[in-house]
């Protein structure tokens, strides 16, 4: 598969949902549909000195860029190919005084681009950036009063020779929907993929799309790939179905969702699982000794109050703190909610990520398993999200000597993420490497498990 292949798809009207991209031929579970370089692409304000502005991985101890000195790079030669990118917003910041927000640098970026290629960058592009839909008629008026500030921004910060452009069509560009670059499950940016804006949402999609970084170990910046992302198959999908993807995380019940997509990308979301309120009843769910009504509220209200709590201390890096709250809040929803409510998944993501960082293995890995539990029966069975919340699962387990039930959990994840992320996505080739490190691991701990937990513990000695 060629980046910017699209021999697979085909742009149909959608009817209410207006265009969208339908299969041309059968697709198989797994099947990249069609992989696309980014139109622009910036890092998020937040992680400006966290992650590579060229591949978008975290790294530590980044390179800055001495012109600007905003920009970030994992070295030399990540800066150098982004150069191309880079070197008209680093004049026009450097001009400012200071890095605007993600929002303005992307619109630049984006308008740079179609100075440079009048808005078709490929081929492959099925339409070019003036031809996306934009959603001005849409914003409220508190939306409208913040394009204006970030309108008069951009002004303030373009630069390109004598070539200026109306107020109505940089807000035309802010209007456009941006997707959001993921690196594992974290957002780390946003960018401009013309063909991804074509493909319409489903709460329950049969696609996923991943940020692919390709070789951007190589010595050379011109052997450096693209940064891209690839639209995948999430199961199979018959010829002249519409592709879809999930703008949202699919763990809110379908009101939370239908306003999330009000909100952000401006439309009434009336998908199956939406309108027929799909699995709404097990986020919601109480625990089987059907306790009393007011007894679910009186919990409901103590774990979202606690939540803030836990998330504030988070913040604060407060740890012990943080499982001080978890604990609590744990021992009141027990026997109230069952292990699929929201809120108590909520707790136990936290409770298993903390623990497993303070190196409380075992409680970890109780928690981690009831949480991977509950997420299989909300989550698609192929959903990124499960696959690497199994992974971290398994890896908790196998740091806590559960060495059977670490390495099958690793062998779960490994089946999803080939199907979300490929054989030679990053994440899943250290998947491979742990997976293959248990199944050594795991025939020590059958032939002599003594042997197996005294290696264990020598090497954690050490």
């Not at 978008?56 to 860029?65: D, I, K, P, S």
């Not at 959603?135 to 008069?152: G, N, W, Y």
């Not at 007011?294 to 988070?314: N, P």
């Amino acid at each position: 598969m060629t980046v910017g292949n699209m021999e697979s798809v085909e742009l149909f009207d959608a009817g209410k949902k207006g265009r969208g991209l339908r299969a041309t031929r059968e697709l198989n579970t797994g099947e990249v549909v069609f992989a696309e370089p980014s139109f622009a692409a910036v890092v998020f304000d937040s992680l400006a000195t966290q992650v590579c502005h060229s591949c978008f991985r975290h790294q530590a101890n980044l390179h800055r860029c001495a012109q600007c000195k905003f920009a970030h790079y994992c070295d030399r030669t990540c800066q150098t190919a982004c150069w191309d990118e880079h070197k008209q917003e680093c004049g026009a910041i450097k001009k400012l005084g200071k890095a605007p927000s993600e929002n303005v640098r992307l619109a630049a970026r984006v308008l740079w681009r179609i100075h440079k290629d009048t808005g078709i960058a490929s081929d492959s592009q099925l339409v070019s950036v003036d031809q996306l839909e934009d959603h001005m008629a849409d914003l409220p008026e508190e939306d409208l009063k913040k394009l204006e500030s970030d309108v008069h921004t951009f002004q303030g910060y373009w630069s390109y020779g004598r070539k200026q452009h109306a107020a109505e069509y940089i807000s035309r560009i802010f209007g456009i929907t941006f997707s959001e670059i993921n690196h594992g499950l974290q957002a780390v940016g946003v960018g401009l993929f013309p063909n991804l804006c074509l493909v319409n949402h489903n709460c329950w999609p049969n696609c996923t799309v991943i940020l692919n970084h390709g070789n951007q170990s190589a010595v050379s910046s011109t052997l450096h790939s693209q940064r891209r992302i690839e639209l995948r198959a999430m199961g199979m999908i018959p010829e002249g179905a519409e592709l879809t993807v999930s703008y949202v995380d699919f763990l809110s019940v379908s009101a939370d969702r239908q306003k999330k997509l009000k909100e952000h990308f401006h439309f009434e979301c009336t998908c199956e699982h939406c309108s027929q309120h799909i699995k709404d009843d097990l986020m919601m769910a109480t625990a089987e000794g059907k306790p009393s009504a007011d007894k679910v509220k009186e919990v409901t209200a103590f774990s979202k109050e606690r939540l803030e709590k836990i998330e504030k201390s988070r913040i604060e890096r407060d740890y012990p703190e943080v499982v001080k709250l978890c604990r609590e809040c744990l021992e009141k929803q027990e026997n109230v909610l069952a292990d699929t409510h929201l809120y108590k998944l909520r707790v136990l993501s936290i409770a298993g990520e903390v623990l497993s960082y303070l190196h409380h293995f075992s409680e970890a890995a109780n928690h981690a398993r009831r949480m991977v539990e509950g997420y299989t029966k909300l989550y698609h069975p192929n959903n990124a999200q499960l696959g690497m919340a199994i992974m971290r699962a398994g890896v908790t387990h196998w740091h806590a000597g559960q060495i059977e039930a670490g390495h099958g959990m690793i062998c779960q994840a490994y089946r999803i993420l080939m199907v979300t992320h490929g054989p030679n996505h990053a994440i899943t080739r250290d998947l491979e490497t742990m997976r293959r490190q248990t199944e050594i691991e795991l025939k020590m701990f059958k032939q002599n498990e003594d042997e197996y937990h005294a290696m264990r513990e020598a090497a954690l000695k050490k």
